[in-house]
């Protein structure tokens, strides 16, 4: 019986390698089948519809790559606040009094805003 056993693995050994090289291209066909209608949805060349904008056009929706605001200095804080936003609404804006103490973490989701006495901003907002 040691014998016919032994033959009788080789034979299961041999069927499961032949199942297991079938089974990569049918698992590959299926993820490329898949696949396939993604493939058009991230066409650069797909147009939809009357969009008359060119892509080099910023949308008025779409967040600046604006790391600094120069031309808000001078400006009340909440002018300076109410632009940055205009820019990019998914920042956090924060106004603080100049020498307000702050975290040093650099974060590029958040832009402080320093003001004077007066309410002025004292200098540049900028992201961090």
């Given amino acids: 019986t040691d014998g016919a056993s032994t033959a009788m693995n080789a034979k299961c050994t041999k069927r499961e390698g032949r199942h297991r090289k079938r089974a990569k291209p049918i698992v590959l066909l299926f993820i490329l089948l898949l696949s396939l209608p993604l493939a058009g949805a991230f066409d650069p060349q797909k147009t939809d519809g009357g969009d008359s904008k060119s892509c080099d056009e910023p949308a008025a929706n779409m967040p600046t790559n604006k790391e600094e605001w120069p031309e808000l200095a001078g400006k009340t804080g909440e ?18 009094p100049e020498g307000s103490m702050a975290t040093m973490d650099y974060r590029l989701d958040r832009v402080r805003i320093f003001v004077d006495e007066a309410g002025k901003v004292a200098r540049a907002p900028r992201k961090g």
């Fill in 79 to 96: 002018e300076a606040k109410a632009a940055i936003l205009k820019d990019d609404s998914k920042l956090q804006v924060d106004v603080f």
